[in-house]
């Protein structure tokens, strides 16, 4: 036999259409990818699964207990139906064959045991699974099991594996057997005086473990290594990324107190909070060393981190370099253009007013300008006269030279990839980069920001400015209370009518071409153009309508974001804004009272804390409806609880994290993803993630290149950044 290490293909230790299906399935191409695909949980085969508590549609594995198996004629067509009942003792189900009859002689017997796959299904009030895979455990009076798979049986525990329909978990089971099997060679990654450290078991120990345990002690020995490792692969990548920084340079930018920042903090109208003062000071600090900086500002929607940006800016122009600002969309580069100004005035005016204070200029960058008025921009940028670059990825460009680049703000980072932030943060003729603030609305639980952004230091922006009103959010459910949808828009036109804004959210756009996915996805969703439509008719005739997302040209957008912001009694002026999620982020329309979210249950629960936060801005309370026709029971309507519960940013992220990581663990199949982080739950896991960071630092400090672990290194090598952006995007 050939030798099989766990670089091999897992074709090695594997059928053809066994090797194709987990390929094709669930994206394993080796024997380390095929090992690394752990148990869900584990069955005892003296314990039936609990058939209550199966909701339909799941695809399931249970293991139960055949009752009765009954052939009978089909009255329409020819041919047999068998209906098999099995039972945990308590409840049952049907399981369904079709021309299968032999099945109940030689496999079904009534008293036997079998583990039984399949999607479970509602007919005529039973429970059934139709034509399930099964495959039935050995019976004492079997002189000898009767195959492969049953003689994995003989295990204490029996692994589930996630599965898909096309590779039921005992054949990924009796596969993996065969692969430990033969696998040799397993290389342990972790420094021996880790595993001496934490009393580890060797990798190969842990991996024979998880897969064949012995009792839930083994079990949980081998899961508390591999998390482990996990941990620590990342924060092996992290501490090298931290190393690397800190011998890369930077040109010092200390404050002055003649310049542009203190004739700004002169005039400026409100003072500044206390987090803004403190966090100032530490981006202050940092800004004047000869490292760069590679902070995260995080500050929950509201919290003031666009005044905390500026003040950063105005302190590098102040000396002598230029600082973009990288906004995720043009709506919101637009605003952000249009905040700086109105903060600066005359400051921003630099050249146009013979002014007699220090000024500068803001330039602006966006994928919809016109060709002259990009060629004008970018002279502005290059000669160095504009100070400050507003713009979105059309920053980005290679044609976009600046004179002295000294800081580049990158707003709501998780909309950027790390590679995005890499090329403004590159070295430039005379190996000076510049200083890199990043800013995130999204609440980072310490564990994950450690973990995703732990190349970066943390400032968090705790505290919110004074005036922000109260946003009372609530649930509406029209399917259970067809009154409340009305009461909803009636209180729409209240608000408009007392002289406020009201943003309506719609999951989609409603020009779409029909390609027929609105069938398969249930009902149709509210889009932005039907609902307008539908407002302007029925619900609120006589307001003044408008509608903003993502394919209007940047010239409508602006329009119709100028128009939301002006003040009511202007003649142009629009109540009620119909929107996609392109208002998810730093819009800011002071008079913005209420916001209704239409199919609310599409959205993740940051994202809808997100939204939430456009209103109540402008010193009074605010009112949030999230309007939904999801079951009352399912988890889609938990979350818009969640959200209408609290509208700490915090405690939010914390139960979203929650609830993804549950979805993986009680989902059930088709679990594709190639992300290193499987075992491993860093919000839950903090003091492993901890315990890592420690002793990856240590290694690193020892031997940057990992020349000393070979294994570590290959294993590193093979860390993305998907991993750490994977809890960000899942939104
Ligand atoms: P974020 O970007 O963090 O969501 P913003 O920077 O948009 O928040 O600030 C929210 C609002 O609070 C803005 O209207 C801003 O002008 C205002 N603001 C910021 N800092 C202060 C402060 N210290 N005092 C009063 N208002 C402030
Ligand atoms: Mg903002």
């Not at 299906?21 to 005892?44: N, Q």
């Not at 057997?177 to 580890?200: K, M």
């Not at 409603?510 to 027929?516: F, I, L």
Request: charged share 25%; glycine share 8%.
């Amino acid at each position: 036999m050939r030798r099989v290490t766990l670089a091999s293909p897992v074709a090695d230790v594997a059928g053809g259409r066994t090797a194709k299906a987990l390929r094709e399935g669930l994206g394993i191409e080796t024997v380390d990818d095929l090992l690394r695909h752990y148990p869900r949980r584990y069955i005892d085969p003296g314990d039936l699964t609990d058939l209550d508590a199966l909701a339909t549609g799941e695809h399931v594995t249970v293991l139960a207990e055949v009752m009765s198996a009954t052939n009978r004629r089909m009255q329409q067509r020819k041919g047999t139906i068998t209906e098999v009942v099995v039972s945990d003792g308590r409840g049952r189900l049907t399981l369904v064959f079709f021309n299968q009859a032999w099945r109940t002689q030689r496999q079904l017997q009534v008293g036997r045991r079998g583990l039984f796959a399949g999607t479970v299904s509602a007919y005529g009030g039973t429970r059934q699974l139709a034509h399930p895979r099964f495959v039935m455990l050995p019976d004492s009076s079997d002189l000898e099991p009767d195959s492969e798979a049953q003689a994995a049986f003989a295990d204490l525990l029996i692994p589930i594996y996630p599965a898909t329909a096309g590779l039921p978990s005992w054949k990924i089971q009796q596969t993996m057997r065969l692969a430990l099997d033969a696998v040799e060679d397993i290389v342990d990654p972790l420094p021996a005086s880790v595993i001496t450290d934490e009393a580890f078991l060797s990798l190969d120990q842990a991996l024979r473990q998880i897969h064949r345990p012995t009792d839930q002690d083994a079990i949980e020995a081998a899961r508390t290594r591999l998390r482990f490792d996990e941990a620590f692969g990342l924060q092996v990548v992290l501490a090298q990324r931290r190393a690397l920084l800190e011998g890369q340079s930077a040109l010092p930018r200390p404050p002055r107190s003649d310049g542009l920042l203190a004739t700004f903090d002169a005039q400026r109208p409100f003072v500044l909070t206390g987090a803004q003062e403190r966090v100032g000071a530490e981006i202050a600090e940092d800004l004047g060393s000869d490292h760069p900086m590679h902070r995260l500002l995080q500050g929950d929607v509201g919290a003031g981190k666009t005044l905390v940006a500026l003040r950063a800016m105005l302190q590098v122009v102040d000396a002598g370099g230029q600082a973009a600002l990288l906004a995720p969309t043009e709506v919101l580069a637009q605003q952000h253009l249009r905040t700086l100004r109105t903060f600066l005035g005359p400051m921003a005016e630099s050249g146009l007013l013979a002014g007699s204070g220090p000024s500068t200029r803001i330039a602006f960058l966006s994928g919809s300008q016109g060709a002259r008025q990009r060629r004008e921009q970018l002279l502005a940028v290059a000669s160095g006269e504009a100070g400050i670059v507003v713009g979105t990825h059309a920053l980005l460009e290679d044609t976009v030279t600046f004179a002295e680049l000294g800081m580049v703000v990158v707003d709501e980072q998780h909309r950027f990839g790390v590679e995005q932030r890499a090329v403004l943060g590159a070295a430039d003729r005379d190996g000076q980069r510049p200083h890199v603030l990043v800013m995130t609305a999204t609440p980072i639980p310490r564990t994950v920001a450690m973990t995703v952004f732990g190349d970066l230091e943390v400032s968090v922006l705790d505290e919110y400015p004074p005036g922000r009103g109260v946003i009372a959010t609530h649930v509406v459910a029209p399917r259970e209370q067809p009154a409340h949808l009305a009461r909803a828009w009636a209180r729409v036109r209240e608000e408009v009518e007392a002289g406020r804004k009201v943003f309506v959210v719609c999951p989609r756009i409603g020009d779409e071409a029909d390609d027929g996915s609105d069938s398969a996805e249930g009902p149709v969703m509210s889009s932005v153009l039907d609902v307008a439509d539908e407002l302007r008719e029925r619900w609120l005739t006589g307001l003044r309508i408008g509608i903003l997302h993502g394919r209007m040209t940047a010239d409508e957008k602006d329009d119709a974001m100028r128009r939301f912001t002006a003040d009511s009694e202007t003649a142009d002026a629009i109540d009620v804004l119909v929107a996609t999620t392109v208002i998810e982020v730093g819009v800011d329309v002071p008079d913005a009272s209420t916001m209704v979210i239409l199919d609310a249950d599409r959205f993740g629960i940051s994202q809808l804390h997100q939204l939430r936060g456009r209103i109540a801005r402008g010193g009074g309370d605010g009112l949030c409806l999230l309007v939904t026709a999801a079951d009352a029971d399912s988890p889609a309507r938990e979350r818009l609880a969640a959200v209408a519960a609290t509208t700490d940013g915090f405690e939010l992220a914390r139960v979203d994290l929650q609830a993804r990581r549950e979805g993986d663990v009680l989902g059930t199949a088709q679990s594709g993803s190639r992300s290193s982080l499987r075992l491993l739950e860093v919000v839950r896991d903090e003091a492993v993630v901890e315990r890592a960071r420690v002793a990856a630092t240590t290694l690193v400090a020892e031997d940057p290149q990992l020349e000393l672990h070979p294994a570590l290194r290959e294993h590193v090598s093979a860390i993305s950044d998907d991993d750490r952006s994977d809890y960000l995007e899942k939104g």
